[in-house]
């Protein structure tokens, strides 16, 4: 076999070792360097992350805080209204009771008007609560239960009945004057 013998002197290791170290650790330095650079953008990216979402925890506790001051203005508008229905609740009450005690006098005006026959003259028509009485003079006396058996035909008026009738005073009248009281509904 054979065997090559190299001629050529070589370097020995320290110097070899001097020209090849400052790369060696050129290269570690930038190595590190570089993971240091990328650590850094890492943590930086997280830095920003971090800051939006508190940013965006922010803008929805401020949402969320809008959102309360909101509910509890509502919330004071509410039982104010719920409030104002009551007293509304109240005066309508007033107002209701007040009509369902009025009595409509003019719906008896329209039905005593309606009955009365053209030989009788009304010179009084009076109401207190729901009695009620129309004075008169008729001309004959047939026409005065024609016009009690009138006023009791509607319903409105009940038990009407004739109180009084009596001859007219005077020279030369034959008018009868009347009264005819009744209830009304």
Do not use: W
Request: hydrophobic share 45%; proline share 3%.
């Amino acid at each position: 076999m054979l065997q090559r013998i190299n001629l050529v002197p070589q370097k020995p290791l320290s110097e070899t070792l001097k020209v090849i170290s400052p790369l060696i650790l050129l290269l570690l330095m930038g190595i590190v360097l570089a993971s240091v650079f990328i650590e850094i953008r890492i943590i930086e990216s997280r830095i920003a992350n971090t800051e939006r979402e508190k940013s965006a925890l922010q803008e929805k506790q401020l949402q969320a805080n809008i959102i309360l001051a909101s509910k509890q203005r509502l919330a004071e508008e509410i039982s104010t209204l719920a409030e104002q229905k009551d007293k509304i609740a109240g005066e309508v009450a007033k107002i209701e009771s007040i009509r369902s005690r009025k009595r409509y006098y003019t719906r008896a005006l329209n039905i005593i008007s309606g009955s009365l026959p053209a030989s009788v003259k009304c010179n009084r028509i009076s109401f207190q609560e729901s009695l009620g009485s129309v004075e008169g003079v008729a001309m004959k006396y047939q026409d005065l239960p024609v016009l009690v058996k009138d006023l009791a035909d509607d319903g409105f008026i009940r038990h009407a009945v004739l109180n009084e009738v009596d001859r007219m005073a005077g020279k030369g009248s034959d008018g009868l004057n009347f009264r005819i009281t009744f209830t009304m509904e």
